[in-house]
């Protein structure tokens, strides 16, 4: 029997992802706040970075539960293949980021530092993030493979998406904040027949609402590891669910906020609206600061 999920099949996929990746975080906290992973946060607190890597484990444990529990009432769940081929973009982009958060080194920062380094015959963890990231993409863009240009155009908005994701990791919870906006906005303008594809999204911003309350105490940082599935996953369901016209003013709109990253501090200009800086610092442990 082939079952068409409904917003039911939503609810359950964003519950569990939160339930899965709470536990998660319980259960490796002692792992994560060995010296190895701590780094200092934008206030001087040593904090474990990188547990971003978990929303990853989350999204996968609750695939390979749905996947199991639909061979064993017997029925063919349309979301199946899709939260698969979420559960790829979250573990690849999620064990790239997770190497720079460990490993990084040196002060080579942005495209212009990692590409340059590159041009030098070195490459950087970010460089090999943004290498490994473009090649990803390519190979989880929904788009059909006759369709080349559909494919390099669906990878485009998916790594690029995965960037402008690390570019909000700078605050306490900042990054799920603006994760969740963008996954309102996603769902809000998917059609009915189309909300199977959009299952494994729901359980990524499910797993990064499990680590929102931790993140916003300052007791983790989800780091590239979880910008960057948050920022691929919403890209992915993007691809995933609009036409290549909307894709393309996707991909102008996300150029353009990656290069002006270079120029311009997305932290000023949170902190210069007033909207935005009370949104931004909601449930923090620092909000006067």
């Not at 990853?56 to 769940?77: I, N």
């Not at 979301?79 to 790829?88: D, H, Q, T």
């Not at 041009?119 to 190979?139: E, F, N, W």
């Not at 788009?143 to 605050?171: E, K």
Request: proline share 2%.
């Amino acid at each position: 029997m082939v079952t068409e999920p409904d917003w039911t099949a939503w609810l359950i996929g964003f519950i569990g992802g939160a339930v899965v990746s709470s536990a998660l975080w319980t259960a490796l906290r002692p792992t994560f706040i060995q010296p190895r992973f701590l780094r200092r946060n934008f206030r001087g607190a040593d904090v474990p970075v990188g547990v971003g890597v978990v929303i990853a484990v989350a999204t996968v444990t609750v695939w390979a539960l749905w996947r199991f529990v639909a061979a064993v009432v017997g029925w063919t769940d349309l979301s199946v293949a899709a939260l698969g081929s979420v559960a790829v973009v979250a573990v690849g982009f999620g064990l790239l980021g997770f190497f720079d958060d460990v490993a990084a080194s040196g002060d080579d920062k942005g495209f212009r530092g990692h590409l340059g380094a590159l041009a030098h015959g070195r490459l950087t963890t970010g460089g090999l993030k943004l290498l490994g990231g473009g090649l990803l993409a390519l190979a989880v863009t929904p788009a059909a493979m006759a369709d080349w240009w559909r494919m390099v155009l669906g990878a485009g908005v998916i790594a690029l998406g995965a960037n402008l994701g690390n570019l909000f990791d700078r605050a306490p919870a900042r990054c799920t904040k603006v994760a969740l906006v963008c996954g309102v906005a996603l769902f809000a303008t998917c059609s009915a027949a189309q909300v199977y594809l959009l299952v494994g999204v729901a359980v990524v911003l499910g797993a990064a609402v499990g680590l929102v309350a931790f993140d916003a105490r300052e007791q983790l940082m989800l780091g590239d590891a979880g910008s960057n599935i948050l920022g691929a996953t919403l890209a992915w369901g993007l691809v995933a669910t609009t036409d290549w016209q909307a894709q393309v003013v996707v991909a102008v709109i996300l150029v353009a906020l990656n290069l002006a990253s270079e120029k311009v501090s997305f932290s000023k200009v949170i902190d210069d609206v007033a909207v935005l800086r009370a949104a931004d610092r909601f449930g923090r442990a620092d909000p006067e600061t």
